[in-house]
């Protein structure tokens, strides 16, 4: 539904249709900002016939990120390519106890599913990749039981973050998949510098990263070093050919950003966009555009 209160239909059940803008992507990637959904029609998959999970872990950040990049590059899309560094496997170990090695850089969780034969030689190559690059120690789950124990490690990384501090600020930011290991370290060279702690996992397997502060909204000192890290963080994963967020979207924290992604340009046309749709400012107001643009600080690292 429209601010107007019109209502259109967009999409459909055909596998082409090229007829005008593609108005479904637009609408369902506005934030809210351009009309409201009423109705979606979804299409059902089947559960897979067959699922195998993995563990690869790592001494070196650099051979996390490579395997990530060899596993797609042989054509492999898993159906789980999660990523912890050593701060978030510390921290998850001591929560859930899963005897996590607490020695390593990173961890790869890796999950395939779908014909059984397809998945068992999948993950044969995957794990000769992570071998191959290096991997300290590859555990493949030798039944669900095991697996669910595995899956524990990334599934709790949230909950274990969040019971260090009264405050928790998880964001997102998504870099190429072979700058995985580069942002990660741009991200603990920007925690220490304004002295505050900030763990990272996410979605290795198209890069996205989930740096998480732990905090105290009391401090308002710390809270403020916080916000400056992770505009630098933004900063960062631009520079390293990513964007500010690749799952979360803009809202209203990160709308001081945006146009350093996409330039005053871009911004000026989704800001025409906005005014087509919704000329009164009635839908998702304060959201995506913000009074000003935050001042971009060019890093520069050795």
């Given at each position: 539904?429209?601010?107007?209160?019109?209502?259109?239909?967009?999409?459909?059940?055909?596998?082409?249709?090229?007829?005008?803008?593609?108005?479904?992507?637009?609408?369902?990637?506005?934030?809210?900002?351009?009309?409201?959904?009423?109705?979606?029609?979804?299409?059902?998959?089947?559960?897979?016939?067959?699922?195998?999970?993995?563990?690869?872990?790592?001494?070196?950040?650099?051979?996390?990120?490579?395997?990530?990049?060899?596993?797609?590059?042989?054509?492999?899309?898993?159906?789980?390519?999660?990523?912890?560094?050593?701060?978030?496997?510390?921290?998850?170990?001591?929560?859930?106890?899963?005897?996590?090695?607490?020695?390593?850089?990173?961890?790869?969780?890796?999950?395939?599913?779908?014909?059984?034969?397809?998945?068992?030689?999948?993950?044969?190559?995957?794990?000769?990749?992570?071998?191959?690059?290096?991997?300290?120690?590859?555990?493949?789950?030798?039944d669900r039981e095991e697996a669910e124990r595995l899956l524990t490690a990334r599934r709790s990384a949230f909950t274990a973050l969040a019971r260090l501090r009264p405050t928790t600020i998880l964001e997102d930011a998504t870099v190429p998949r072979s700058k995985i290991a580069d942002m990660v370290l741009r991200?603990?060279?920007?925690?220490?510098?304004?002295?505050?702690?900030?763990?990272?996992?996410?979605?290795?397997?198209?890069?996205?990263?989930?740096?998480?502060?732990?905090?105290?909204?009391?401090?308002?000192?710390?809270?403020?070093?916080?916000?400056?890290?992770?505009?630098?963080?933004?900063?960062?994963?631009?520079?390293?050919?990513?964007?500010?967020?690749g799952e979360h979207g803009v809202g209203i924290v990160k709308a001081p950003y945006l146009e350093w992604k996409v330039g005053s340009a871009g911004l000026d046309m989704m800001k025409g966009i906005k005014q087509a749709f919704d000329p009164h400012r009635l839908l998702n107001p304060g959201k995506l555009f913000?009074?000003?643009?935050?001042?971009?600080?060019?890093?520069?690292?050795?």
């Amino acid at each position: 539904m429209l601010a107007s209160g019109e209502i259109i239909r967009t999409g459909g059940k055909l596998m082409k249709d090229v007829a005008g803008y593609d108005l479904t992507k637009l609408l369902v990637g506005s934030e809210g900002t351009l009309a409201i959904i009423t109705e979606a029609t979804l299409k059902l998959v089947p559960p897979p016939r067959a699922k195998k999970t993995m563990l690869a872990m790592y001494r070196d950040l650099y051979g996390a990120a490579r395997t990530v990049s060899r596993i797609i590059e042989a054509r492999i899309i898993p159906a789980t390519l999660e990523f912890m560094d050593n701060p978030t496997i510390r921290v998850v170990d001591d929560f859930a106890k899963l005897g996590l090695p607490l020695d390593m850089e990173a961890i790869l969780l890796i999950e395939q599913d779908g014909d059984p034969e397809a998945v068992e030689r999948d993950i044969a190559l995957i794990e000769e990749i992570c071998i191959a690059e290096r991997a300290d120690r590859v555990q493949v789950a030798a039944d669900r039981e095991e697996a669910e124990r595995l899956l524990t490690a990334r599934r709790s990384a949230f909950t274990a973050l969040a019971r260090l501090r009264p405050t928790t600020i998880l964001e997102d930011a998504t870099v190429p998949r072979s700058k995985i290991a580069d942002m990660v370290l741009r991200i603990n060279e920007i925690a220490r510098k304004y002295n505050v702690t900030i763990a990272t996992f996410g979605h290795a397997g198209d890069g996205n990263l989930h740096p998480t502060a732990t905090t105290d909204a009391r401090d308002h000192d710390e809270v403020h070093r916080v916000e400056q890290a992770f505009a630098e963080i933004f900063e960062a994963s631009i520079e390293l050919g990513g964007t500010i967020t690749g799952e979360h979207g803009v809202g209203i924290v990160k709308a001081p950003y945006l146009e350093w992604k996409v330039g005053s340009a871009g911004l000026d046309m989704m800001k025409g966009i906005k005014q087509a749709f919704d000329p009164h400012r009635l839908l998702n107001p304060g959201k995506l555009f913000a009074k000003e643009t935050r001042k971009r600080v060019v890093l520069h690292h050795e």
